[in-house]
């Protein structure tokens, strides 16, 4: 119906469905699946030629007041009658189809005790022999010449599961955007042409001639230069993996983003993916792309704001399905759509098809998952015109290696091209530091005694590894020192951060300590950095804020041993992994070659497959794949006993009232998508047993189930974020 009130013009079911199989083939066409995407688009709706879905339809829209008198009442279910066909027709081969047709709307479903039972159910089974009954077309029921050809599968039988997620992407977005062309006309115009990447390069060259004008001439800024450089003469090479191995403070980001360009320019690639490990740093580097090229920029991540000036309708539209040039994403939303069931995860699949991937600091890589990753990325440079780049300063061994043990060889990635022409060459006119290891690693550290020496220093960074050390080594800081952990809302962290540039770039003197937040690509320039024990990579971060712009002949990395060593898990198996590798060793605890084997040691010490999402997607003669466990078992950020709060943060100057109108919103209105996440910047995450208390105390309500609000005054501290025990005595009251 539209606007005033008027029928248009009917889509029927005939013309849906050779639009949906002409659109998907089109998807599917650049990984040569185009005729099994063609067919799964012909008869992904065959249900719907049954009386009782046209009945229902008829109901619901309006069109026919009475429908109800010919038939049952309710929704008619249509997605099991194609599968069906496919399997009848083409044997065990046609499973192939019914994953995508048969999960269209419910997602990809485990073939055994789930689709295999749904497909030979009664209901099912009267949902094809009612859809037949109705005579469909015959050129919608004739496969033509199609022949279902397994050894056309990308990457053979370990493939299977990313071609089927391919194909299924390919679907759900044809079935999604020729229904909305039809219901929703102006939505669907909206997705319009975006900017080419000619165009974007220009663009990024009157950024960077811009930027070169205005930059002091220093030894850095004249590296950054050359790192750019290479990057872009690099650009040309054959699509493929790639490393870009720079330090901290070596311009990674621009540099990476050149050669994206020039390279997407170069092999009519069509997008630039940009791969972001955390929330708290994608915000400011989509920014950074905002500002040189617009809208054309999509930032899709669970946190992005609903700002005019960041997103509008077009923009939200291109998060559905990624058909944007530029997108910079998390690495949680990247890979675990790579792996997903659902429809609005794998949706924007096949648009990852002939890009330029930056996965930005792959080091961060998480290990427990890393096997599954690998070989995705692999058979994404392989088969489906993926170009990767793996920018970081501390490049891990993600080639193939032979340990051992034999049940942790790790099938690595293939021909991976360094771009820098002589990464040692660079790290050593980068070193702007010297780094103090322990004269004793066994002897630790107390609070006190680290307070009183960062106290001997004016301008200071401390970086710690747990939010409780945090707390307890900024107690003990004189008053004016600054603390940041993730007890601090997103708004709070962002505020003080850019109170610290501030005061650096001034010349203020400040002392600051931190989780290991403030690594993940905060530009600070700090002359003295204090790290606690961690992974070597970490370490090789801290160094990155300390004389990072070379104002000074050299800065000072101090290594600690903190009171307490990480609980047992991964940052345990990264510190143990740094020790054994800087033990005994008397050269510079930060060269390139040491990078190698500490994530050899780090990995050795893992389950690469931890989550066996490798066994749960191999494929058998009966093509029988477990793709909704693994969607579930791939959770990069594992479901903790956690709760979420919304704080009451007003600002460093107490003078922001808007986190009070959002949540006087929120009380009034509801949960609408655009004030969630812009409560997202002021909520904080404590374990669920500190929720219950402070429920129980009075301290927070639950404003609707799992939602949380804190009411005392005393909850939020100005400096400290969330102090999940109570109110903490002053610095004042400290006795020393």
């Not at 022409?421 to 066994?442: E, G, H, Q």
Request: hydrophobic share 40%; net charge negative.
């Amino acid at each position: 119906m539209n606007k005033d009130g008027s029928w248009r013009e009917p889509h029927g079911l005939d013309e849906h469905l050779h639009s949906v199989a002409i659109l998907s083939a089109q998807f599917a066409k650049p990984f040569n699946s185009a005729d099994w995407a063609e067919l799964a688009g012909l008869w992904h709706d065959l249900g719907k030629y049954r009386l009782r879905f046209q009945n229902y339809i008829r109901l619901a829209s309006g069109f026919e007041a009475d429908a109800h008198i010919k038939g049952e009442a309710g929704k008619a279910p249509h997605s099991t009658a194609g599968a069906i066909l496919a399997c009848e027709k083409f044997g065990v081969k046609g499973r192939v189809l019914a994953y995508l047709i048969a999960g269209h709307h419910a997602g990809l479903a485990d073939w055994f005790d789930s689709l295999d039972y749904r497909l030979s159910s009664e209901n099912s089974l009267a949902e094809y022999n009612e859809a037949l009954a109705q005579s469909p077309p015959a050129d919608i029921l004739d496969h033509g010449i199609f022949t279902p050809d397994l050894s056309v599968i990308p990457g053979g039988k370990d493939g299977f599961a990313l071609w089927v997620r391919m194909m299924f992407s390919c679907l759900i977005d044809a079935d999604r955007l020729d229904t909305e062309a039809y219901m929703d006309p102006e939505k669907f115009a909206q997705r319009t042409e975006w900017p080419n990447i000619q165009h974007l390069l220009l663009q990024f060259d009157n950024f960077i001639e811009t930027k070169a004008a205005s930059a002091p001439a220093t030894s850095v800024n004249s590296l950054r230069q050359d790192i750019l450089r290479q990057c872009r003469d690099k650009a040309t090479g054959t699509p493929g993996l790639f490393s870009l191995t720079v330090p901290t403070g070596g311009g990674k980001t621009l540099s990476s983003l050149a050669f994206g360009l020039e390279h997407a320019k170069h092999h009519n690639k069509l997008r630039l993916i940009y791969v972001i490990p955390y929330t708290s740093i994608i915000e400011q580097t989509a920014d950074i792309f905002r500002s040189i090229f617009g809208e054309a920029v999509i930032e899709h991540h669970s946190n992005a704001e609903a700002d005019p000036l960041k997103e509008n309708h077009k923009s939200h539209l291109a998060t559905e399905n990624w058909d944007a040039p530029i997108i910079v994403t998390t690495t949680v939303q990247f890979f675990e759509s790579l792996f997903a069931a659902k429809t609005s995860r794998c949706r924007k699949l096949h648009n990852i098809v002939d890009s330029v991937v930056v996965l930005d600091e792959a080091q961060l890589l998480p290990p427990e998952f890393l096997q599954a990753i690998l070989d995705a990325l692999n058979l994404l440079s392989k088969f489906y015109g993926v170009s990767v780049v793996l920018s970081t300063a501390t490049q891990p061994a993600l080639s193939t290696r032979e340990y051992f043990d034999a049940g942790n060889n790790m099938r690595g990635l293939e021909n991976v091209r360094e771009i820098i022409a002589d990464p040692d060459a660079l790290y050593s006119a980068l070193d702007r530091v010297t780094v103090r290891l322990p004269f004793d690693w066994n002897a630790h550290t107390d609070w006190d005694t680290l307070a009183n020496d960062i106290t001997q220093h004016p301008s200071v960074l401390a970086i710690v590894n747990r939010r409780k050390d945090a707390r307890e080594l900024w107690q003990r800081l004189p008053e004016g020192s600054l603390h940041l952990s993730a007890l601090m809302c997103g708004q709070h962290r962002s505020d003080t951060i850019q109170s610290i540039k501030e005061r650096l770039k001034a010349g203020i003197p400040i002392r600051v300590v931190s989780t290991q937040l403030v690594e993940a690509g905060v530009d600070v320039d700090f002359p003295i950095v204090f790290r606690a024990l961690a992974g070597l990579d970490s370490i090789a971060q801290a160094a990155g804020r300390c004389n990072r712009e070379g104002g000074i002949e050299k800065g000072e990395v101090i290594v600690f041993i903190p009171p307490e060593l990480s609980p047992k898990g991964h940052l345990r198996k990264a510190e143990d992994s740094c020790r054994s590798v800087l033990y005994g060793h008397t050269g510079h605890p930060l060269e390139r070659g040491l990078f190698e084997k500490y994530f050899e040691k780090l990995y050795h010490s893992c389950e690469l497959d931890q989550h066996e999402i490798v066994n749960l997607l191999k494929v058998d003669g009966e093509l029988a794949v477990n793709f909704r466990t693994a969607a579930d078992k791939f959770k990069l950020i594992q479901d903790e006993d956690t709760a979420s709060v919304i704080v009451r943060y007003r600002g460093l100057n107490g003078s922001n009232n808007d986190i009070e109108k959002w949540i006087n919103t929120l009380k009034k209105e509801g949960t609408d998508r655009w004030l969630m996440r812009k409560l997202q910047r002021y909520t904080v995450n404590i374990p669920r047993h500190d929720a219950t208390r402070l429920l129980m105390q009075g301290d927070i309500e639950e404003l609707i189930p799992g939602l949380f609000i804190q009411i005392s005054d005393y909850l939020y501290d100005e400096q400290l974020g969330l102090i999940p025990e109570g109110l903490l005595p002053s610095k004042s009251e400290l006795i020393f």
